[in-house]
Each structure stands twice: as C-alpha cells, then as structure tokens.
C-alpha cells in the first residue's frame, strides 16, 4: 500500500509564505492523483480547502493555492495570518482507494 | 448550499454492531462520490470507505471484511454498516463528498468500549 508523507511541521511569520508538500511513495504525484488539502483547526470538523490539485471552493481564502511542484502536491499560503495556524492534511486517490498524509502542523509566530 | 448530518453514533460493545448515517441537503448523492473518514481521538484522518456514483465501492484494510458502506439515493443518505467492532474502531466519523462536493459533517462519535 503506497504512503502519503508530509512535513510533520513548519513555522511561517504573520505575513510570510510558506508551501507545504505531499509526496507519494509509488513515485511523482500527478493530476491523476486528484491531490486535496485539508484544514483543521483544534476542536472543529475538517474543511476542504483545495480539490483536484488547484480547484478552491467558495470559503477558501485567496491567500491559499494548490500546485504540482517537483513531484510532489504542494499548498502554498502567502500572506500567513494567525487563523491559519492549524493541521493540514493532504488526500491522494489511489483509485480505487484514497489515502491522507499524516498532517503538518503549521504555526504563525 | 451543500451540508451532510451525519448520525447513529454511541458507545458500543466489542464485537458489537452500528449503523451510521449521513443524510445529504443541497446536493444529490446519486450523482456523487462520497467518502467516510475517521479520526481517532489525538490522530490523524483516516479513510475509511468510499462510495462512486457508479456504484463501485473501497475499504480500507483495517475494515475490510467489517464495515460496508452503502447508499439510498432515494432518501440522499450514506450508511456505513459496522460490525465486529473493535476497541480500535473509536473515533469521529465524519462523511464527505468529493470534488466540488467536498464539504464535510460535523462527525458522529463512536467508542467501543466493555
């Protein structure tokens, strides 16, 4: 069964960027792959930010944006603020199975 | 505007059985793929089975064999049937849709416990 691995945690300035990572161990994550973040702030349910690798939906804050970097899925928050201090999972379609990383704890500070 | 209610869950036995639930409003299951997620208590999300609109179904192998998710379009509603509950098994389960439809429940809690 492949292995979803991400940084367990980052620390990002108020106001800074930071990029958080989501590799594969079967190889590059792709498209095809269907690469989602989600947010999770302590005490409350998950939100989806991104979907599909780029996709936003209506709650998303602009200053989120999904990408494919180096073979990898990757989120980046530009412009950091101190609601977005939370867990961040990412989420790879293995199709027919679905697999989460195990989370970066992101820290505004 | 999409949202999922997800019910059924409680304290139950080792070995014991439960049915949860996850009504849909704003959105049309037969349509969509949807997912159950656990989280148990300090850990990480965890997926635990998923339903496509085609009609094909996945399992994780730490249920496989136990948990059956199913759907009723007619009602817009996700089961996941669990059986041979395990003391492991203890956890929020949340239901999700995919896609565009990746909103999320607030989650049913289940603790199997003697």
């Known amino acids: 069964q492949a292995v979803v691995t991400q940084e367990p945690s980052l620390t990002v300035s108020p106001g800074g960027t930071v990029t958080l990572t989501c590799g594969s161990s079967?190889?590059?994550?792709?498209?095809?792959?269907?690469p989602y973040w989600i947010q999770q702030k302590p005490g409350q349910a998950p939100r989806t930010l991104i979907y599909?690798?780029?996709n936003k939906h209506s709650w998303t804050p602009a200053r989120f944006s999904g990408s494919l970097l180096g073979g990898k899925a990757a989120l980046t928050l530009s412009g950091a603020q101190p609601e977005d201090e939370a867990e961040y999972y990412c989420?790879?379609?293995?199709?027919?199975?679905?697999?989460f990383g195990g989370g970066t704890k992101v820290t505004v500070l | 505007e999409v949202h999922f209610l997800e019910s059924g869950g409680t304290l139950a036995q080792p070995g014991g059985s439960l049915r949860l639930s996850c009504t849909a409003s704003?959105?049309?299951?037969?349509?969509?793929?949807m997912s159950w997620v656990r989280q148990a208590p300090g850990k990480g999300l965890e997926l635990v089975s998923n339903?496509?609109?085609?009609?094909?179904?996945y399992h994780a192998d730490s249920v496989k064999g136990r948990f059956t998710i199913s759907r009723d379009n007619s009602k817009n509603t996700l089961y996941l049937q669990m059986n041979s509950l395990r003391v492991e098994d203890t956890a929020v389960y949340y239901c999700?849709?995919?896609?565009?439809?990746?909103?999320w429940g607030q989650g049913t809690l289940v603790t199997v416990s003697s």
């Open positions: 999700t849709g995919h896609g565009s439809s990746s909103q």
């Open positions: 704003g959105f049309t299951l037969s349509s969509n793929g």
């Open positions: 339903s496509v609109s085609s009609g094909g179904t």
């Open positions: 079967t190889g590059a994550v792709t498209s095809g792959h269907y």
């Open positions: 599909d690798t780029n």
């Open positions: 989420l790879l379609s293995y199709d027919p199975a679905r697999l």
